[in-house]
């Protein structure tokens, strides 16, 4: 059984291989076939992409470097160069937009493209995707892994089966009952310690999360647990969002110890305020609508939000309103994040969902 016709929408996400690494690599042919870790140096750096080579000896992104030399003495660690990646970032985003305008980066190496109707009419998704990618190694050198699907969600965990320099689409059909076997860990957006919390629950498939109400995972997992109840049954309303601009611009701190009480929510604020609007002006991005976000001990996600008449970046006016949704209730539970974001930078231009009969 296919999910409900005005949920499916042909949808790719392009994933590059080892980016950061592969560009290294394509650049310094002496880096080509050895493990390389792209980030700051062996003392107190962090490795920010790692070639396949290295990751063959459990090094991954994040790890700190000084780690990944104990793991693999012989490793090469290379400074990285953003403007380069950049660089290249727009290169594969300018072969998106041969294909289609709905094009929504999710970082430098990776996108959504919804190619339901695609500029050069061809048939398939998974034809498309494989010729992007054939497009993207021939003017790159590099490789790129695909996932094909009906939503952004089944298109990102397709992405991830045949990589590297691989591709996977999920049927219409299919949709449902691999959802319902995707193993929890790899629901994306599920982080680790939600996984944990859902594994203590059972949940460790999506056909355990299919057994919860969508009242029990609210209570259990905040507005998160909503998204949970859509996403699992393959009906996800995101849509592809071309926003060559981003979408929101935010800050949040994770805190060591718990914060309780108001005066040290307040302090908490103030601080995570100046970092955000900083981060605002930096980017000289007003905004309409104010989001406080908070996690609980337990792990509850919250947000509370309010909307001004126009757009602001105005230093007073954002704190007040900021400060404003902190106190309106009462937090009583002790709390492990806090974070502020600022969205609504301009009208989205709505996308119609046509039913239409669609190949893969
Ligand atoms: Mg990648």
């Known amino acids: 059984m296919s999910p409900e016709p005005e949920y499916i929408r042909k949808i790719i996400h392009i994933d ?14 002496e880096l080509r076939g050895k493990p390389v870790a ?5 003392e107190r750096g962090v490795v920010a992409a790692a070639s396949y080579e290295a990751r063959k000896f459990g090094i991954h992104s994040a790890m700190a470097s000084s780690l990944a030399f104990r793991r693999c003495p012989e490793i090469i660690f290379v400074k990285p160069n953003f403007a380069k990646y950049k660089a290249v970032s727009r290169q594969i985003r300018a072969i998106f937009f041969e294909y289609t305008d709905l094009v929504e ?9 919804d190619v339901t109707e695609n500029k050069k009419g061809l048939l398939t998704a998974t034809k498309i995707a494989k010729e992007i990618r054939q497009r993207i190694w021939e003017e790159t050198e590099l490789r790129a892994s695909a ?9 990102k965990v ?38 944990e919390r859902m594994k203590f629950l059972g949940i460790h498939r999506g056909k355990d999360l299919k057994t919860w109400t969508k009242e029990l ?12 109840y859509e996403i699992v049954r393959a009906r996800q309303k995101s849509k592809v969002t071309p926003s060559r601009a981003r979408k929101s611009l935010g800050a949040e701190t994770t805190y060591s110890k718990d914060i309780v009480g108001e005066e040290h929510l307040k302090k908490a604020l103030s601080e995570i305020f100046t970092i955000w609007h900083k981060r605002l ?10 989001t406080l976000k908070f996690k609980d001990n337990q792990f509850r996600t919250y947000s509370r939000s309010i909307s001004l008449e126009k757009k602001s970046l105005d230093r007073e006016i954002l704190w007040q309103n900021a400060l404003h949704l902190l106190l309106k209730e009462e937090i009583t539970e002790p709390i492990r994040l806090l974070g502020l974001s600022l969205s609504n930078f301009n009208e989205d231009k709505e996308i119609k969902y046509q039913q239409l009969t669609l190949n893969f």
């Open 38 to 42: 792209v980030g700051g140096s062996r």
């Open 105 to 113: 980066p999710l970082s430098l190496d990776e996108a959504y493209l």
């Open 217 to 228: 995972l609210h209570q259990e997992f905040g507005k998160s647990g909503e998204h949970f």
């Open 16 to 29: 590059m291989d080892a980016f950061y690494a592969s560009v290294e690599q394509r650049d310094n042919p």
């Open 147 to 155: 996932g094909i699907s009906i939503n952004k969600f089944l298109a």
């Open 281 to 290: 002006e930096l980017a000289n991005q007003a905004g309409k609508t104010i």
């Open 158 to 195: 397709a992405s991830d089966i045949n990589k590297p320099n691989g591709q996977k689409t999920i049927l219409p059909e299919e949709a449902i009952p691999f959802l319902e076997e995707l193993p929890i860990g790899k629901f994306y957006g599920i982080g680790k310690k939600t996984a």
